[in-house]
């Protein structure tokens, strides 16, 4: 599918915001996907090119957030694998099971994410210090959000920061780089599943992106230098979000 020019570089625009609230809370299908059907691609064509330009932003926050020494090697080596299997199962699932059914699950989950995160007082020791991270734990984490992914998908880097969070005592930081691992691998998965069905529409999502890239390195170098306080900040900001949107598609259903 071929847009014009303008159209193209706006949602290059969009891509490119949508990668920077991604990197540090996750939530920027929020921005490209409308974008994409406001543009006119049919919904399958625009989830599938969704993912197609996802990717890349995914990969270049997981990129920065390698780089400043934020990834534990031990847990993703085990997440990594766990998100892209959950991914790939998930997206079988949507064979099954309507994705409406899950909106008001979501829904109320994502209003106990804001509660838990607005009185959760700052992780106080840095990554392993606590001796409470479990790999077996983010393992079942990465699989059971990832599959979320691959069916669903609103709020799953914004469940994933929370349940690093809660679950495994890592700070806010740790657990934005943390989602990244298991956001790329399960983002890999649809990708590869879309593009072998001819659901990808590369003459939008290669520009889009660039934006990606772009807004991905700059989101999580402003998790980087931001600390907790900006990524918790940025997180209920995502969750405030997403309860509007899932809320209104409610209704309107």
Not at 57 to 70: D, E, M, S
Not at 82 to 109: D, E, F, Q, T, Y
Not at 149 to 160: C, H, K, N, S
Not at 161 to 180: H, N, P, Y
Request: glycine fraction near 14%; proline fraction near 5%; hydrophobic fraction near 60%.
């Amino acid at each position: 599918m071929t847009l014009s020019l303008s159209a193209t570089a706006l949602l290059a625009l969009a891509a490119l915001a949508a990668g920077l609230v991604d990197a540090v809370a996750g939530g920027g299908g929020l921005v490209t996907l409308p974008a994409l059907l406001a543009a006119g691609l049919p919904p399958s064509l625009a989830l599938g090119t969704n993912k197609g330009q996802s990717v890349f932003g995914t990969g270049a926050a997981l990129g920065r957030f390698a780089h400043a020494g934020l990834v534990d090697g031990r847990t993703a080596g085990v997440t990594f694998p766990s998100g892209l299997a959950g991914s790939l199962a998930g997206a079988g699932l949507v064979l099954l099971v309507p994705p409406a059914v899950l909106r008001p699950l979501v829904l109320a989950l994502l209003v106990v994410v804001a509660v838990v995160l607005t009185l959760r007082p700052a992780a106080p020791a840095p990554r392993g210090a606590a001796g409470r991270r479990s790999v077996p734990l983010a393992a079942a984490i990465a699989a059971v959000i990832g599959a979320y992914d691959g069916f669903f998908g609103p709020g799953a880097g914004t469940f994933l920061i929370f349940a690093f969070v809660v679950f495994l005592g890592a700070r806010m930081q740790e657990a934005s780089a943390d989602a990244k691992v298991v956001n790329f691998a399960s983002n890999l998965a649809a990708l590869a599943l879309f593009a072998s069905r001819g659901l990808v529409a590369w003459g939008v999502a290669l520009p889009m992106a660039a934006g990606q890239l772009a807004g991905g390195t700059l989101g999580a170098h402003i998790a980087v230098r931001g600390g907790d306080r900006v990524v918790r900040l940025a997180v209920l900001l995502v969750v405030a979000a997403l309860v509007v949107k899932l809320g209104s598609d409610l209704l309107r259903s």
